[in-house]
């Protein structure tokens, strides 16, 4: 059975860093690209980032490009998002996603999410 | 990327079909056939219902269908039942990106 859990949220005043992480289970962690999405409070779902199953590509969203890196260890089948410069705005639920293929694609199996709450 | 458009909402009856609709454009939907479809009830995780345009996941209902036009997506739910009152994203994951739309609210009266 597919197992995403991510820990790692919290408050944070702006301006500071946190670290997302998403531990897997259940399936080849290796051979699939995985994502990170978010919901903001009373939003929709919105993209942010995603990686290939190697960690060789990664891919981000606009308005966290230069702010969050993605990366995984796949010795521990771990996923991670590094996220500096937090701004109100990046409050939200953040959802790990593994996609449907080794490369960026759809996410098939969602964690339970994360909330981040940016505020001083 | 512009993000794809959704209606905010749609209601149907019991037992009816409705059509939830995603708009993008030339560039992305009109393009790809990359376009997937999320359910989503609040408090618990998104689950894919289609991908590829019209493919369903192992295990997802054969209620739900998915089709595209021009630059259109849609997500079609046949027999609609108490259980599919939720939240409906569609998706795009061309070229090193991925959007969604804003998302429709599904009632089920």
């Known amino acids: 059975e597919v197992q995403l859990l991510e820990s790692g949220g919290g408050l944070v005043q702006p301006g500071g860093s946190l670290r997302l992480s998403c531990a897997a289970s259940?399936?080849?962690?290796?051979?699939?690209?995985m994502n990170w999405v978010r919901q903001a409070p009373g939003k929709g779902l919105e993209w942010v980032s995603g990686?290939?199953?190697?960690?060789?590509?990664?891919h981000y969203a606009d308005f966290v490009k230069g702010r969050f890196t993605v990366s995984r260890d796949n010795s521990k089948n771990t996923l991670y998002l590094q996220m500096n410069s937090l701004r109100a705005e990046d409050t939200a639920v953040y959802y790990c996603a593994k996609g449907l293929w080794e490369w960026l694609s759809e996410g098939d199996y969602w964690g339970q999410g994360t909330l981040v709450t940016v505020s001083s | 990327q512009s993000a794809l458009t959704q209606p905010a909402s749609v209601s149907g009856s019991p037992g009816q079909s409705i059509t939830l609709s995603c708009t993008g454009t030339s560039s992305d939907i009109g393009a790809y056939d990359y376009v997937s479809w999320y359910q989503h009830h609040p408090g618990k995780a998104p689950k894919l219902m289609i991908y590829?345009?019209?493919t369903r996941p192992s295990g997802v209902s054969n209620r739900f269908s998915g089709s595209k036009s021009g630059n259109t997506a849609s997500l079609t739910i046949s027999g609609l039942q108490a259980e599919d009152e939720a939240d409906y994203y569609c998706?795009?994951?061309?070229?090193?990106?991925?959007?969604f739309g804003g998302g429709t609210k599904l009632t089920v009266l």
């Open positions: 259940g399936f080849s962690f290796n051979s699939y690209g």
């Open positions: 590829d345009v019209s």
């Open positions: 990686i290939s199953g190697s960690g060789g590509k990664t």
């Open positions: 998706a795009s994951y061309i070229s090193g990106t991925a959007m």
